[in-house]
């Protein structure tokens, strides 16, 4: 007797099938029908079609691997068992088709524990971060390329080289090296990191001059000799 026998058949009154795919479709449409032919067989060496579903029934927001979790994989789900269950051949269909609203790649990256390495803006703290490095707990977040798009497009009220200095790059010779009205010191700034007159990089709002004596000309009431920072 083999362990997928399950007793004499009722000729009358019960449907014989061919195989167990067959049976599992006319008579179990409720179950997945790879797992129900698993199931049918007994065997012990079915692992899940690999394929991709959403991860609501485990607690993500994110794909989902149909696999089991013991095997190692931390994408797995668990084995799917019900048929009404949407099943992606990749992980960038799942992402693409249950969670549109996450950018695709991060969806991907999350889903597999991957690492991303693109940049994503932190707006509280006005820098942006590398994902690799600090993976965004936001994930509607937009996500850009390079530093650079990520400073221009995410956090465009700051200058590039504001945004650049907060998010931990190197600024040396960033500035412009024009200058701006310090008015917390009332003194001609440079745009510019380094010692006077550099007074550190522009904000989004300052006014820029090409000269030192335009820039000596809004704090006109400021003798020339110590109008520029020293």
């Excluded at 199931?39 to 079915?46: A, G, N, Q, V, W």
């Excluded at 690999?50 to 190692?72: E, M, T």
């Excluded at 412009?176 to 917390?184: A, H, I, L, P, S």
Aim: aromatic share 10%; net charge negative.
């Amino acid at each position: 007797k083999g362990n997928t026998c399950g007793g004499l058949a009722n000729v009358a009154a019960d449907r014989i099938y061919a195989n167990p795919r067959s049976c599992c479709e006319s008579e179990l449409g409720w179950l997945f029908v790879e797992f129900c032919e698993a199931e049918s067989f007994k065997s012990e060496c079915y692992g899940g079609t690999g394929r991709y579903y959403r991860g609501d029934s485990v607690g993500v927001n994110n794909c989902v691997k149909d696999c089991d979790p013991a095997s190692g994989d931390r994408s797995c789900g668990g084995i799917v068992k019900e048929a009404w269950v949407v099943l992606h051949d990749t992980v960038e269909d799942c992402c693409t088709h249950e969670y549109d609203w996450i950018d695709n790649e991060l969806c991907a990256a999350r889903s597999t524990y991957s690492t991303l390495n693109k940049y994503w803006a932190d707006k509280t703290n006005g820098k942006c971060e590398d994902d690799s490095m600090s993976p965004t707990k936001d994930l509607s977040a937009a996500i850009y390329e390079s530093i650079e798009s990520c400073c221009s497009e995410g956090l465009s009220w700051l200058t590039e080289a504001e945004c650049l200095s907060a998010s931990g790059m190197d600024t040396t010779g960033l500035g412009t090296y024009q200058y701006y009205v310090d008015f917390e010191s009332v003194h001609c700034s440079q745009d510019c990191e380094g010692p006077a007159p550099c007074g550190g990089l522009t904000k989004q709002w300052n006014i820029l001059y090409e000269t030192e004596d335009e820039c000596c000309e809004q704090i006109w009431w400021i003798a020339k000799r110590d109008c520029l920072k020293k």
